[in-house]
């Protein structure tokens, strides 16, 4: 019995309808990455363990889709690290490489690796899949495409506020209304030196980054599980719960822990950053959210979430400043910032809403009927000049029944048809039919060329 074929959970195929909304996306976001001046690079969708191990926190590693090393991977493990279940030697037995987790780690290898070739502050963006084993759900999937923009060599909080607008104009663009949320891991760290275990702060991060996720409640408890105090957590409770605007949240914030170093610059700086966007148009809503922690242990200080409001999804975008992460690639002090746009939940919202509707249902415009070698031949030539007018056409390759060809019209949505017979190649007058109308009139090539291009 032939098995029946299939894919791995977490990932999917992409009908051509799908793939054309996805590069609308594409599209979309691509064009605002190239606005502000931002160029394109890629990685290999693998690299080094070495690479890509302990950049992006415990769950990051967990996470990691490991490749087995090719020929005998067996041939360098340890038999003793197998019976005492020594995972992580037996891993590095058997494995050098992986598939990405983000495009983050990779830019940073990148830029180390060519930095004699790129002119600082370099400004990139990406677009390419990237690979997590995480539970398949709802919004998320093992294998999605992640648009990264980032700018790396510089200090300034206007690559901030540049990001926000970016966004901002990307969700403008597809008419998704989103909420932009802020943080800055300093403040984060300001908390922690408030309550007397600054040595904690990636427990502290790694919890509260799953408020949305799993509740005040069970963040509480998977603090107390990381060795956080109850009276730790008594002070933490009432940051996490501040209310009211921005501003206010960030004074009284500056209250509990303006007395840290930490704190007072990341209450500093994001005032900088909300100052700044005040004198921009901003079409989405923008929250300072003190809770915002981004779990990611290279990020230093802005963190961004990007939320949906309509469609309750999880995040859309989201990224942060990071300080040194070229550092531990061999080059120190170089800080950079970026954030990353989840095509798949985007597409998702979009779908969701009805974003696409009257969109990208067909990549042709025109279909030329085939009435045999003859008109073929003759039609070719009509092709080629559609063509070259930019004018997306194609020619039925078989003389098959006048049906079976509007059929083919109708089922992809091509909403005009060429006839193209006898009385056509004598006269030199094409018959164009609309599809979604029904009405056909007769032109000169010319003439119909400047309707489609109407």
């Known amino acids: 019995m032939t098995q029946k074929p299939g894919i791995p959970k977490g990932t999917r195929d992409f009908l051509p309808q799908t793939m054309m909304r996805r590069n609308y996306i594409f599209d979309t976001i691509r064009e605002v990455f190239q606005n502000y001046g931002y160029l394109p690079i890629e990685t290999p969708a693998m690299e080094n363990l070495k690479t890509l ?70 400004k990139r963006y990406q677009i390419q899949p990237v690979w ?44 998704i209304k989103v909420v932009i949320k802020l943080n800055n891991r300093k403040i984060l760290s300001g908390i922690s030196h408030y309550i007397g275990a600054p040595e904690m702060l990636t427990d502290i991060t790694t919890a ?63 005032k900088t ?28 200080g802005t963190v961004f979430e990007v939320k949906a409001k309509d469609v309750a999804i999880g995040s859309v975008c989201g990224g942060g400043r990071y300080d040194d992460l070229t550092g531990v690639f061999g080059l120190p002090n170089v800080s950079g910032v970026g954030v990353s746009f989840g095509a798949d939940r985007i597409y998702d919202v979009m ?31 009509v092709l080629e000049e559609l063509q070259k007018n930019n004018i997306k056409a194609e020619l039925y390759p078989d003389a098959a029944k006048m049906k079976k060809q509007m059929k083919y019209a109708d089922q992809k949505d091509i909403r005009y048809v060429i006839l193209l017979g006898e009385e056509e190649m004598t006269s030199g007058k094409l018959t164009l039919k609309d599809m979604r109308t029904g009405e056909q009139s007769k032109a000169g090539l010319p003439d119909i060329i400047n309707q489609l291009k109407d």
């Open 273 to 300: 950053i909300l100052d700044r966007l005040s004198s921009v148009n901003i079409h989405s809503e923008i929250e300072f959210d003190q809770a915002l922690a981004r779990g990611l242990d290279y990020y230093t």
């Open 132 to 175: 997590r084993a995480d539970r398949p759900q709802k919004g998320r999937y093992r294998e999605f495409t992640q648009c990264d923009v980032d700018v790396i060599g510089s200090d300034s909080l206007l690559n901030e506020v540049e990001l926000i607008r970016m966004i901002d104009d990307v969700f403008s663009k597809l008419k």
């Open 208 to 270: 509260m980054d799953k408020l949305d996720k799993i509740g005040i409640a069970s963040v509480v408890e998977e603090l107390k599980n990381r060795g956080i105090y109850t009276e730790m957590i008594d002070k933490i409770l009432p940051i996490i719960e501040l209310k009211g605007n921005n501003y206010s949240k960030l004074d009284k914030l500056n209250k509990v822990i303006g007395h840290t170093e930490d704190g007072s610059t990341g209450i500093k700086e994001m």
């Open 351 to 381: 779908n969701e809403s009805n974003l696409f509707t009257g969109q990208l249902l067909s990549s042709t415009q025109v279909l030329l009927v085939n009435f045999g070698d003859k008109e073929a031949g003759y039609s070719l030539k």
């Open 53 to 122: 191990m302990g950049k992006s926190g415990e769950e990051g590693d967990r996470l990691l889709f490991k490749l087995l090393n090719s020929g005998d991977f067996l041939k360098d493990i340890n038999k003793n690290d197998i019976d005492e279940k020594r995972i992580g030697k037996v891993t590095t037995s058997i494995s050098e490489k992986g598939l990405r987790y983000d495009l983050t780690v990779p830019f940073a290898r990148f830029v180390v690796q060519h930095r004699n070739e790129l002119t600082f502050p370099f």
